[in-house]
């Protein structure tokens, strides 16, 4: 049974939240940690906080065990090898190793192929991209609503045979869940090089990389219950050694002389520099934790809560609800006319309402929209009914201050 009050005293800041009057719906931006997860951190720093891949001692032998281990559970949680999991500091790090490790494999007569509705961490890096090889950026657009037409993505691939196609599984502005599954096997068809950015659908959807079929996936931790500064990115092994290394320094390399290094085999050859031992063992907390979790039972409260929110926000006639409400991750983006998003959620926060205003850094997605911005209510699991009511309830004193 999916008990939501259990679930929810595992988040001791939900708690916290609860005595200063504050309801979380910002999960978007970031989840919020189980216990769990914060005792591993501070175990860690408490008990071992060793250095890993160094040193005979027993404490760094251990922290090393603890660092892969967490490795080898979030390869296991997204179906991959461990040795196809490169550590990054996040999504937006990794998608920037890969932009630069295609460098030597996309010429200046290429495209890359994004689409219009991503995070600016999923556009700016393959502008630099662009600028580098010569190669063009062009962009799947959405409709009036922000939503991607499947058959026109088709087309556009079909016409453009991209060398690189770069999508989110789900939109962090407007929850959107995108058929990528079905654009990257038409994108493979010209032999493309595919990324999925899962920032957003890591903690909802639970995807398994290899039922994608992607090249690269990319995913933050903090988004999925874990700490921040960690996160990574899945490369199908042999387009994981075609990438030019990003970072260079220590670690990644086995020989060095003045002149030149040698590299890693991957993941290796991606991993320089001491890295987040605590935030990659406090991950591993987190996929502990999940892993315990019903997926289909997650997936069934967090999409009741959904239909719940948006029917109830559906009854305010000023309010304006965008994107794909039947394919949606639990994330609700709308607008007011004539309020500026930025004033309603200052207004909503006076009333507890802790959300998310503004482009939600995708930009493009709000010119195509033709909004400076909107209002974004992101729930989690951790959710539930009252949450949602205090939202309606809210909402409605302040339309009602405005009005
Ligand atoms: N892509 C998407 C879809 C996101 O939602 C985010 C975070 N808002 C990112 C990429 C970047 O993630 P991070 O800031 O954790 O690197």
Not at 240 to 260: D, N, P, R, W, Y
Request: net charge negative; aromatic share 8%.
């Amino acid at each position: 049974m999916f008990d939501i009050e259990a679930i929810r005293s595992d988040f001791p800041a939900l708690n916290h939240h609860q005595q200063q009057g504050i309801v979380y719906l910002d999960s978007a931006a970031t989840s919020q940690k189980p216990q769990c997860v914060i005792d591993a951190v501070s175990h860690f720093y408490e008990n071992g906080n060793a250095n890993v891949h160094r040193g005979a001692h027993r404490l760094s032998s251990d922290a090393t065990k603890c660092y892969e281990q967490s490795r080898a559970k979030v390869a296991q949680f997204i179906n991959c090898h461990a040795n196809e999991l490169v550590w990054t500091k996040g999504a937006t790090e990794a998608i920037n190793l890969v932009a630069y490790g295609l460098t030597p494999l996309v010429g200046k007569d290429e495209v890359i192929l994004i689409s219009e509705l991503e995070h600016h961490a999923n556009i700016v890096p393959w502008q630099q991209l662009a600028k580098r090889s010569g190669a063009s950026l062009r962009a799947i657009p959405v409709d009036v609503d922000g939503i991607i037409n499947t058959e026109q993505a088709l087309e556009l691939i079909k016409e453009l045979k991209p060398k690189v196609l770069a999508i989110s599984h789900a939109s962090n502005a407007l929850g959107n869940i995108q058929q990528v599954e079905t654009l990257i096997k038409a994108a493979k068809a010209y032999d493309a090089f595919t990324l999925v950015d899962g920032a957003q659908s890591l903690l909802h959807l639970r995807p398994d990389v290899k039922a994608l079929d992607c090249d690269f996936f990319v995913f933050s931790a903090h988004k999925c219950l874990g700490p921040t500064g960690i996160g990574g990115l899945y490369g199908r092994y042999p387009c994981l050694e075609a990438l030019e290394v990003f970072q260079t320094g220590g670690e990644m390399v086995t020989k060095v002389s003045i002149e030149q290094a040698e590299f890693n085999p991957p993941p290796g050859k991606f991993e320089t520099g001491t890295p987040n031992i605590a935030g990659v063992v406090g991950f591993g907390a987190a996929i502990d934790y999940l892993s315990t979790l019903d997926m289909e039972q997650v997936r069934e409260h967090e999409m009741q809560l959904f239909t719940y929110l948006h029917q109830q926000l559906a009854q305010f006639s000023q309010v304006r609800i965008l994107g794909d409400l039947n394919n949606n991750i639990g994330t609700i983006s709308f607008v007011v006319s004539g309020e500026h998003p930025y004033d309603l959620a200052t207004l909503m926060d006076m009333e507890g309402i802790a959300l998310r205003h503004g482009h939600h850094c995708a930009q493009p997605l709000m010119a195509a929209l033709g909004v400076n911005g909107t209002v974004r209510v992101s729930l989690a699991f951790y959710n539930n009914q009252a949450d949602v009511d205090a939202f309606i309830a809210a909402l409605a004193n302040t339309l009602e201050m405005i009005a």
